[in-house]
């Protein structure tokens, strides 16, 4: 097969005639707006936002001018449950006509139908059906992903999710983070033994993907129909041994505390949090960890609870907002969707909203000053949008505003 030539990328790049919705707090006007700007790329990194009164080109700089399109940073998608198999789309009718979410797990059914078919597949053929599902993603503006294991619940399959994971950013131009969560439910070797399931993690799974650098953090399932606050301790205290961040799906359907052991741990996110408690702010909150919410899930399984937003917003713990993209929950492959389910659903402002999907999900990935917002020494990664008014418009109108330019790593992309 003839492969495509490199794309050629110039060291200096200016687009110009631009306005950047920056999403930078250190910036004074709502959503770090910065009108009548150009934004310089030099070697995959932004060099500079200056304004168009005082740019002039560079030698040898390639100029795109973009004639008032809006620039925002690449989106970010924090959580996602992107690598699985098979199809629960006649689950999604059984619940319609009355059984439960847990019933349905209870039956062998929900996460452990998904393992069954995951276990089933190739790496090849897991990565294949991802990066096909981040197609959508991709059109409105993504740059980073984040891809959870938790479909494996074995150490071969497991391992082999996050190959898959890692394999998507080889078949398209995208940034994967991907998180070890083996503690996502128990497979069906271990019925009845949680514990001794926790141990074959910490045992065998959670080294192992750590000896192959194959995690760059560590997820849990903290409910009743999954992992107990001791069990989930148990994880994330051989994660810390090994060196690497937690986080948790925590307080979804119940309040376990799980979000106060996880701001023990000094997690980088806790995820869900519908049930969350004022003591699970405070601990939150004096943790420097970031709340993940996930208007999919909530929406998808007619949830009542709403997260606490007013709380966290008095406390100061950042929001981010992110798909939680699933075959059980959450089968919407749209952060712009996300942020404005986010806005309705959960009373977010929209320039919170566009926030959760850019800075605070890179807060929520650990990647905050490298990545989320348009400020010199980041990444090069930007989204550009056409004829967009504001950029509220993204929120406001998800499906409408489209994207103009896709660039990742100061390399246009789409
Ligand atoms: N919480 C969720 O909403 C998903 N996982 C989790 O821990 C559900 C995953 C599934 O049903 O396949
Ligand atoms: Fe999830």
């Known amino acids: 097969m003839v492969q495509p030539p490199m794309p050629d990328v110039p060291p200096v790049r200016s687009w110009i005639n631009g306005n950047l919705a920056t999403m ?17 790329v030099r070697d995959g990194r932004i060099a500079a936002l200056v304004p168009m009164a005082d740019w002039r080109p560079e030698p040898g700089e390639d100029v795109v001018d973009i004639t008032g399109r809006w620039i925002t940073p690449g989106l970010i998608d924090c959580h996602t449950h992107l690598v699985w198999a098979g199809d629960r789309a006649g689950e999604f009718e059984r619940r319609l006509a009355g059984a439960t979410y847990a019933e349905i797990a209870a039956a062998g059914g929900g996460i452990r139908a998904t393992v069954r078919a995951t276990r089933a597949a190739s790496v090849e053929e897991l990565a294949a059906r991802a990066a096909e599902r981040l197609r959508p993603l991709l059109a409105e503006g993504l740059t980073t992903v984040e891809i959870k294991s938790g479909y494996g619940l074995s150490l071969a399959a497991e391992l082999a999710q996050l190959r898959a994971a890692r394999r998507v950013a080889e078949l398209v131009p995208v940034r994967v983070t991907t998180t070890l969560l083996a503690a996502h439910a128990v497979p069906p070797e271990y019925d009845g033994r949680a514990d001794a399931y926790i141990d074959h993690v910490c045992d065998a799974i959670l080294p192992a993907a750590a000896a192959e650098g194959l995690a760059d953090a560590v997820d849990v399932f903290c409910e009743h129909l999954a992992f107990s606050v001791a069990q989930c301790e148990r994880v994330f205290a051989r994660a810390h041994e090994l ?8 307080e979804q359907l119940s309040n376990l505390g799980g979000s106060r052991l996880a701001a023990r741990y000094g997690a980088l996110s806790v995820d869900h949090i519908e049930y969350l408690d004022e003591m699970g702010i405070a601990a939150i ?16 399984l007619r949830e009542t609870q709403r997260p606490p937003v007013e709380g966290l917003r008095r406390a100061g713990v950042p929001l981010a907002v992110a798909t939680d993209l699933n075959p059980g929950t959450s089968p919407f492959a749209s952060l712009r969707l996300m942020a404005n389910m986010a806005c309705i659903l959960f009373g977010l402002t929209v320039e919170e909203g566009l926030a959760g999907v850019t800075r605070e999900a890179a807060r929520a990935l650990g990647m905050t000053g490298r990545r989320g917002v348009l400020a010199p020494g980041l990444d090069a990664d930007l989204a550009i949008w056409s004829s967009v008014p504001h950029p509220n418009a993204l929120v406001y ?6 994207l103009w330019q896709r660039v990742l790593g100061g390399e246009i992309v789409g």
């Open 24 to 40: 930078d707090g250190a910036q004074a006007q709502p959503y770090g707006a910065l009108e009548g700007h150009a934004l310089r």
């Open 243 to 250: 060196g690497l961040p937690v986080k948790g799906h925590m």
């Open 285 to 300: 909150a004096a943790a420097g960890t970031t709340a993940v919410l996930l208007p999919g899930a909530f929406y998808f």
């Open 397 to 402: 109108e998800p499906m409408a505003p489209r």
